[in-house]
């Protein structure tokens, strides 16, 4: 059975940073592109924010995210993080990890989903 777990969600001030985490098991890691989605308050669809390939080198980020946010994997460890700079007001969602075998960014392309982690910033 496939499990992603997220963890690291939780209140900040805009301006400020916080790291999420995903462990993951029942899957081969290295096998599939790990990714990060959210879906903000009142949105009835999930945002694409960031993918990493499974070698940790390729790495593709939404629009509203890149140069703040920053992905990462350890394949030794089965987890992936997204480290959050600069967070604002619009970053506020649920943020779920995922894990793709295409590697690919929208939610149709999604083999595994996590739970979520509520990510809230305060201006």
């Known amino acids: 059975q496939v499990r992603l777990v997220e963890s690291g969600g939780g209140l900040a001030q805009a301006g400020g940073s916080l790291t999420l985490a995903c462990e993951a098991s029942?899957?081969?890691?290295?096998?599939?592109?790990m990714g990060w989605f959210r879906q903000s308050p009142g949105r009835n669809r999930r945002e694409f924010v960031a993918?990493?390939?499974?070698?940790?080198?390729?790495?593709y980020y939404g629009v509203a995210v890149e140069g703040r946010f920053a992905i990462s994997r350890d394949n030794d460890k089965n987890t992936v993080h997204l480290q959050m700079n600069n967070l604002a007001s619009e970053d506020t969602a649920v943020y779920y990890c995922?894990?793709?075998?295409?590697?690919?960014?929208?939610?149709?392309?999604?083999?595994?989903w996590g739970q979520g982690t509520q990510v809230t910033v305060s201006s």
């Open positions: 029942g899957l081969t890691f290295n096998h599939y592109a």
């Open positions: 993918v990493i390939g499974g070698s940790g080198f390729a790495k």
């Open positions: 995922a894990a793709t075998e295409n590697g690919g960014t929208r939610t149709n392309e999604v083999d595994y």
